[in-house]
């Protein structure tokens, strides 16, 4: 099925959030952390999602947030343990992802784009998914600079001129990739972010669920139809 007629574009995926949801991965490292410091009171998981999404750090959603040194620490241990393999284990990938990228991969080239700082393990999940075969490259940032995702993508769309260039990711800095570069931007709004949230930023269009997505870009190319569009 052809979703964008007679063109071949560049679809950049945020992979976590975006494919993968790492949800679970995520709460888990988050009372890891904190039960290793003696700390037993912690938020429920949707009450840490539901403040996740609003756009808070995880190192912010801490109770006893007057332990400064604490929260120095929790940071350290968590950029430690987030690429673990024992915790990557509780990714999985949403629901259809791998038909909906089957399908575009046909008449589209698929990048994934990553802030990941461990690539040998991120080579690992994706291929454990079988991710790996439905992208032409896979893009990866640091973590610590995550406005090094603009020059990376910049430069593969220099070298790749075709069609539309379209970025889908869950977070404020793949919008404001987006935007830098003025390139179509879908937040997926089922990811780390709300649509409340990310709605400061004007994406183009938004993203409910991943199934969802052919059915957006076969409206690009038609000019949109006003239920997908931003309000």
């Known amino acids: 099925m052809q979703y964008v007629k007679n063109e071949t574009n560049n679809i950049f995926f945020d992979i976590d959030g975006t494919l993968i949801d790492t949800s ?38 801490i109770y006893k947030k007057s332990f400064k040194q604490l929260k120095k620490n929790f940071a350290h241990d968590w950029l430690t343990k987030i690429e673990d393999r024992k915790y990557l284990k509780f990714d999985k990938l949403f629901s259809g992802c791998l038909n909906v990228l089957s399908d575009l991969k046909k008449t589209n080239d698929l990048i994934f784009v990553t802030m990941r700082n461990n690539k040998k393990n991120l080579l690992w999940e994706l291929d454990n998914f079988g991710l790996n075969k439905y992208c032409s490259k896979i893009i990866v ?37 987006g935007k830098k570069l003025g390139i179509l931007t879908i937040a997926s709004i089922y990811g780390i972010r709300s649509k409340q949230f990310l709605s400061r930023l004007e994406p183009d269009y938004y993203l409910s669920k991943l199934s969802k997505l052919p059915k957006i870009l076969k409206r690009v190319e038609n000019d949109s139809i006003p239920e997908f569009k931003k309000t």
């Open 24 to 61: 679970e991965r995520h709460y888990r490292i988050y009372k890891d952390i904190l039960y290793s410091y003696g700390i037993q009171k912690i938020f429920s998981k949707r009450k840490f999602w539901n403040q996740k999404r609003e756009g808070k750090k995880t190192v912010e959603i």
């Open 141 to 177: 940032g640091s973590p610590i600079d995550l406005k090094s995702k603009v020059p990376l993508i910049n430069k593969y769309i220099i070298k790749n001129q075709r069609g539309k260039n379209i970025i889908i990711g869950d977070t404020e800095m793949d919008i404001a990739a």
